[in-house]
């Protein structure tokens, strides 16, 4: 008896050719609409998924498919002698090898201005359905959801077997394919019926590249997108120069990335371990990129500088004199890349900043779990600040202040930034005490503290860091206030003629 082939794809990238080669090998091919339509102009033999069902096509094509002549065929066990039987009985010829993609529901949402009755239109029901039957029975049914398989599973078929271990990478694929479309559409009517958090929480992420280790050598990664994301993001950036990004290149860019994105004004932002070491605005490119540098000239070495700006070739040639790892902006003017691309290991990102939105969830992964939340999109817009000293801060302050708490949002809590003149001086991270954390960014800006703001991404539940601010130089401070002794740290800041401001929002980051 012949073997039957089941098509009918979205995809025709490589079908008329798969279809000759399975018709050369003697498979009777049975399709639907737009798939028989091409492999017939082709000209090669085909049936029509009605012959098979005895039963049109109905609905606008809504129903074609879903019929026990198609999935008796698919699901029917062949070492099962009862199944076997009741296909005798019912005249129902089993179904080999099927090849179906899927209505391009990714690709209708990501369009401008579509409707949703043509998104819904564009939810396949049919298609998952043969192909989740088909995956059941991989052990007796070929199932190819990519159209990059059909030449193995051709040369496998040529060589009259197709692998148990192939038949069931083939299945884990088309699984894995109709878990991130369904996933996709979950995606999509939730934000239609504004449930962030629902009962079950499905998100999914498609493949950039694998990556040549993770954190450590030892340890395996990949870098993932979101489908559909339409904001800034990395994963959409062009590579001008360079060695492959390794997974810590990319958290570290990803983590420069989001300071540079807060500002609107010409910016310079180094980042080392996750964390900004050196950020300056500027009215020119190359004046914020000093500023930037100046901030600390030591831990910017071997970092991640991103810039909000064309860069010009004024501003690489300071970019030239040390060693970056990456260099990432919205372009790179022809005599900056002439400049740069001298430096071959230099990774050169070119990234749009146009497409500004953050995400909408921040994911973190815990053992057996997963946390979601909202992503911090809080800024000094979305509030109105509180000056709770005598003294107010001098316009000034209130700018420096401005750029304090901007940057002190991305740095690990316990987090100080110190700044001063449209730059940062000191930034203290990721500390388990916040007096400890303020030590590390005075000791880092030294004498040029005298003068300058500190912002707090915390309250303070003690007056000790307001005294050490005051023994540093510190003139104004910003913080979220909300400590239930907010009393003696303003007391302290009066005692030494410093400002302080409640900005009544918090910024932890852990």
Known sequence: MKKRALLSVSNKQGLTEFAQKLHELDYELVSTGGTKRTIEEAGIPVLSISEVTEFPEIMDGRVKTLHPSVHGGLLAKRSN???VKQLEELDIKT???VAVNLYPFKETVAKKGVSEVEIIENIDIGG??????AAKSFEDVAVVVDPTDYEAVVSGLQSDELSFDIRRRLAAKVFRHTANYDAMIAEYFSGLTDEPFPEAYSVTYEKV????????PH???AFYKKANFDGTSLAEAEQLNGKELSYNNIQDANAALEVVLEFDQPAAVAVKHMNPCGVGVG?????AYTKAYEGDPVSIFGGIVALNREVDEKTAAQLKEIFLEIILAPSFSQEALDLLTTKKNLRLLKVDMKKSDSPSHKLTTVNGGLLVQDADEGSLENVELEIATDRKPTEQELEDLKLGWK?????KSNAIIVAKGDRTLGVGAGQMNRVGAAKIAFGQAGEKAEGSIMASDAFFPMPDTVEAAAEAGVTAIIQPGGSKRDQDSIDACNKHGISMV???MRHFKH
């Open 81 to 83: 002698e009862e199944h």
């Open 95 to 97: 179904i080999d090898l």
């Open 128 to 133: 998952p359905t043969m192909l989740r039957a």
């Open 209 to 216: 590249q694998s990556l040549r280790y993770g954190e450590n």
């Open 219 to 221: 340890q395996k990664a």
């Open 283 to 287: 009215e020119q490119l190359h004046e």
């Open 407 to 411: 940057v002190v949002k991305h740095v």
């Open 502 to 504: 409640f900005t009544k």
